[in-house]
């Protein structure tokens, strides 16, 4: 019963490549997002999506696409791989700001 | 704007010590405030939540505490395990309506047998 399942959890690809994250959550949640924890184990906001509905976009190259199907999917989409997007990236939920957030396990990304 | 910042980062401690965990922030005005555990290869678990109207939350040998005005939180961990070895990470959202957390730096614990 994975609450916030994210697939891969490994992905090796090489540059230039476009890859996706998918990220799935059955706990009912409003909203959903993408972090990118760097080789620093620093985490980061890239997108957040309240009922499908995008409302945070930060400072992220327009390379990183985010889209969701349904409420509760909200997969990650990114062109032309760089070296530099290599970091796990973690998706997670929430039913309102109140209860706080459920993360999923992350997926690692390994761009050569 | 928000920065987070957690001391110290590494934290080593011998089984069956009380231990706490510093989290501070610049910007006093949070809606909220997370403490998480990160699992080398494994995701986020949160730990405790307060709620800015709160000053502490406790979840068996954990609690968390929270002062505004001075931009800190603590996390204690009473009677500390081996298997409580991980990252601790605080977050806080600034404000309602920001859908968004901003993380600090973490504290990597390990609890030695």
């Known amino acids: 019963d994975t609450a916030v399942s994210q697939t891969p959890k490994y992905l090796v690809t090489q540059m230039g490549n476009d890859k996706s994250i998918k990220c799935e959550q059955n706990?009912?949640?409003?909203?959903m997002y993408w972090y990118k924890q760097d080789s620093k184990k620093f985490l980061k906001i890239m997108f957040s999506?309240?009922?499908?509905?995008?409302?945070i976009n930060e400072t992220v190259p327009n390379r990183f696409s985010p889209k969701s199907p349904d409420k509760a999917h909200l997969n990650l989409h990114i062109n032309s791989l760089e070296l530099g997007d290599s970091a796990v990236y973690f998706c997670?939920?929430?039913?309102?700001?109140?209860?706080?957030?459920?993360f999923g396990s992350g997926t690692r990304l390994t761009v050569v | 704007k928000q920065e987070v910042t957690q001391i110290p980062a590494a934290l080593s401690v011998p089984e069956g010590e009380n231990l706490v965990l510093n989290c501070s922030f610049t910007?006093?005005?949070?809606?909220?405030l997370q403490w998480f555990r990160q699992d080398p290869g494994k995701g986020l678990t949160s730990l405790l939540l307060?709620?800015?109207?709160?000053r502490e939350q406790t979840s068996g040998r954990l609690n968390a505490s929270l002062d505004k005005s001075s931009g800190r939180s603590t996390l204690y961990i009473a009677a500390s395990q081996p298997g409580d070895s991980a990252t601790y990470l605080c977050?806080?959202?600034?404000?309602?309506?920001?859908?968004?957390?901003?993380f600090g730096t973490g504290t990597r614990l390990k609890v030695l047998a």
């Open positions: 307060i709620q800015s109207s709160q």
């Open positions: 997670a939920s929430s039913e309102v700001e109140e209860s706080g957030y459920t």
């Open positions: 910007d006093s005005a949070i809606y909220n």
């Open positions: 999506y309240n009922n499908k509905e995008l409302i």
């Open positions: 706990l009912g949640h409003d909203t």
């Open positions: 977050a806080v959202e600034p404000t309602s309506g920001t859908y968004k957390y901003i």
